[in-house]
Nanobody, 122 residues
Framework: QLQLVESGGGLVQPGGSLRLSCAAS????????IGWFRQAPGKEREEVSC????????NYADSVKGRFTISRDNAKNTVYLQMNSLKPEDTAIYYC???????????????WGQGTRVTVSS
């Protein structure tokens, strides 16, 4: 089972930064592309970023491009999402999920974790 655990969320003022972490439990991340997703209250879950298994390809939603950076450290079995210049509209629960293979175009495989809550507010 491709279970991932998210951490690093919190309350931050507009313009602030947070770094989210996504750690694998019971398997190694090396083979899988990993996506970061978010779900705001009353909205559907959306993918905000993805990184291929080797880190050579990264994708970003237009809404976060230039502000968020995804990275991975396969030696630590962890994927990160650095979020800068945060806006109130970034407020959501953030989830990470493994894709079914090494490419971001692969579908999500495995279960969703608890997520980590990000609140951007003054």
């Amino acid at each position: 089972q491709l279970q991932l655990v998210e951490s690093g969320g919190g309350l931050v003022q507009p313009g602030g930064s947070l770094r989210l972490s996504c750690a694998a439990s019971g398997f190694t991340l090396d083979y899988y592309a990993i996506g970061w997703f978010r779900q705001a209250p009353g909205k559907e879950r959306e993918e905000v970023s993805c990184i291929s298994s080797r880190g050579s390809t990264t994708n970003y939603a237009d809404s976060v491009k230039g502000r968020f950076t995804i990275s991975r450290d396969n030696a630590k079995n962890t994927v990160y999402l650095q979020m800068n210049s945060l806006k109130p509209e970034d407020t959501a629960i953030y989830y990470c999920a493994a894709k079914g293979g090494p490419y971001c175009s692969n579908y999500v495989q495995g279960s969703w974790g608890q997520g980590t809550r990000v609140t951007v507010s003054s």
